[in-house]
């Protein structure tokens, strides 16, 4: 079975900074992308960032304080968050497109659980 783990949510100040991690393991291969999605309370879920082989593309209100990167190798995206605000708290959702099998494309969208980020003073 393939799944996402994700990790790296807690707490964090204003202006204070977290790394979320998301790794795929088990049959999902020849990913294609790999992205961060996010939930606050009394919102919808909306994209924080996904990237592929064509770059990356950010959620508006993250622009110029998030930035999102890949380690093929390990199969892992990374979200490396700064300036944060409080309504950047949410729960964020890896997200991953791929394969289920190396030998052809038969496609595969796996979400993680989800790991919670809380801006607060």
């Known amino acids: 079975q393939a799944q996402l783990v994700e990790s790296g949510g807690g707490l964090a100040q204003p202006g204070g900074s977290l790394t979320l991690s998301c790794v795929a393991s088990g049959n999902i291969f020849n990913i294609h992308f790999m992205a961060w999605y996010r939930q606050a309370p009394g919102k919808e879920r909306e994209l924080v960032a996904t990237i592929n082989r064509s770059g990356t593309i950010y959620g508006d209100s993250v622009k110029g304080r998030f930035t999102i990167s890949r380690d093929d190798a390990k199969n892992m995206v990374s979200l490396q968050m700064n300036k944060l605000h409080v309504e950047d708290t949410a729960v964020y959702y890896c997200?991953?497109?791929?394969?289920?099998?190396?030998?052809?494309?038969?496609?595969?969208?796996?979400w993680g659980q989800g790991t919670l980020v809380t801006v607060s003073p």
């Open positions: 997200n991953v497109g791929g394969s289920d099998t190396p030998s052809a494309y038969r496609y595969l969208e796996l």
